[in-house]
T-cell receptor
Framework: GENVEQHPSTLSVQEGDSAVIKCTYS??????FPWYKQELGKRPQLIID?????GEKKDQRIAVTLNKTAKHFSLHITETQPEDSAVYFC??????????????FGQGTELSVKP | DAGVTQSPTHLIKTRGQQVTLRCSPK?????VSWYQQALGQGPQFIFQ???????QRGNFPDRFSGHQFPNYSSELNVNALLLGDSALYLC??????????????FGNGTRLTVT
């Protein structure tokens, strides 16, 4: 069935370094890939998303890359800051043109940025 | 502009009881999705409501049911509670666009503890 694997489960970096989180998906029909940031006790917040017709998308310090052939996508955070510390979730949706449809989430990556 | 609101924030129930959780979508949104997030895990899709009907459903038993009202707000009902139902229940709203939806906006969730 549908599955999204996310690695690593925990990631610790020094402030200013880059952080990379990787996800693989099983459903080849997946065509929408959002990333959510969830701080402790707070709601998941969308930070960036990408559709299957695009290979890369960037928003300031955050970028996402997609390799449809290999069925994996990655989140890249450059110049990390302590406020980037949170749990990050990748997700995939196979609903045609349905960014807000059924999302399959990864298990999450706890990112810790040390000052 | 009000975001997604959920009530109550916390709830403690006994095994076998029934519970109702409530959600008001973000202003302008017409679609509501419910997710279950166990501790240390990614959210899992329960179901989605649009035009007062269940449109998509995840792998959850019939003990989980829902409703959407004409004002787009929604309820999640869980019958015959099990210890394993203890989790954070997240409501997310979106706007139907053609055959798809805009990206999801999440509420802060309801923390359900079953004893």
């Amino acid at each position: 069935g549908e599955n999204v694997e996310q690695h690593p489960s925990t990631l610790s970096v020094q402030e200013g370094d880059s952080a990379v989180i990787k996800c693989t998906y099983s459903d080849s029909a997946s065509n929408y890939f959002p990333w959510y940031k969830q701080e402790l006790g707070k709601r998941p917040q969308l930070i960036i998303d990408i559709r299957s017709n695009v290979g890369e998308k960037k928003d300031q310090r955050i970028a996402v890359t997609l390799n449809k052939t290999a069925k994996h996508f990655s989140l890249h955070i450059t110049e990390t800051q302590p406020e980037d510390s949170a749990v990050y979730f990748c997700a995939a949706s196979s609903s045609s043109n349905n960014q807000g449809g059924k999302l399959i989430f990864g298990q999450g990556t706890e990112l810790s940025v040390k000052p | 502009d009000a975001g997604v609101t959920q009530s109550p924030t916390h709830l403690i129930k006994t095994r076998g009881q029934q519970v109702t959780l409530r959600c008001s979508p973000k202003s302008g949104h017409d679609t509501v999705s419910w997710y279950q997030q166990a501790l240390g895990q990614g959210p899992q899709f329960i179901f989605q409501y649009y035009e007062e009907e269940e449109r998509q459903r995840g792998n959850f038993p019939d003990r989980f049911s829902g409703h959407q009202f004409p004002n787009y707000s929604s309820e999640l009902n869980v019958n015959a509670l099990l210890l394993g139902d203890s989790a954070l229940y997240l409501c997310a709203s979106s706007l139907r666009v053609g055959q798809g939806n805009s990206p999801l906006h999440f509420g802060n969730g309801t923390r359900l503890t079953v004893t």
